[in-house]
């Protein structure tokens, strides 16, 4: 019963961490790969975790199992935060499918068009 | 059952990381490599896993703690240093 668990979970989560590989190579630029390759961390390794955790099943890996998942859960986010705004503020080019660009709308540019002028106006 | 579901769970994060090493030879950007090695060092953390579980060497979580930490400071340095490159 318990092999059963860990083996769907080993598959979903090895499956997910794959898929999130395959469109970080298959995406066209650098924000939308990066929104794919965070599903790896948070779907994949979570599976893999629980997987993980129901295999080994004594309380030191259980407790070392959340640890891992509870700050990958955390700082996923933070450090997708950190690397969008960073290649946007320099200048990465979007995507030319790009329907809306909400800072560079405000600051009356085009979604493609030049940002590298007054980059300081709302920057918190 | 187990250890045919093993293999085929570290033949599909091998695969994983092989996709995450072209993006990183292919760029064609700093932040896409940036991403790309970011990817690389969750699949990491996810190896040892299965093989800490499926070997029963629990000291290998620890091991992927400390990569899990690793990776999460060296993606805001990454970031710090491509901002560093375009001051507002």
Known sequence: ?124 | MLEMVTQFALVMLGVALLLAVVRVVRGPTLPDRIVAMDLIGVLVVCLIVVLAASTKVRAALDAAIVIALIGFVATVAYATYVRRGHPE
Not at chain 1, 35 to 48: D, E, H, I, R, Y
Not at chain 1, 83 to 91: E, K, N, T, V
Not at chain 1, 96 to 114: A, F, I, K, M, Q
Request: glycine share 8%.
């Open chain 1, 1 to 124: 019963m318990i092999d059963a668990l860990t083996a769907i979970m080993w598959i979903v989560g090895s499956a997910f961490a794959l898929l999130a590989a395959v469109g970080l190579l298959r995406m066209p630029d650098v924000f939308t790969r990066m929104q794919v390759s965070t599903k790896a961390s948070t779907l994949g390794l979570g599976c893999l975790l629980i997987g993980a955790a129901l295999q080994l099943g004594d309380f030191g890996s259980f407790v070392r199992v959340a640890s891992i998942s509870a700050f990958l859960l955390l700082t996923t986010s933070v450090a997708a935060h950190v690397i969008a705004r960073a290649s946007y503020l320099a200048d990465v080019p979007l995507w030319e499918g790009t329907v809306l660009d909400e800072r560079g709308r405000d600051l009356h540019r085009s979604p493609e068009g030049d940002r590298s002028g007054d980059a300081t106006t709302n920057d918190a």
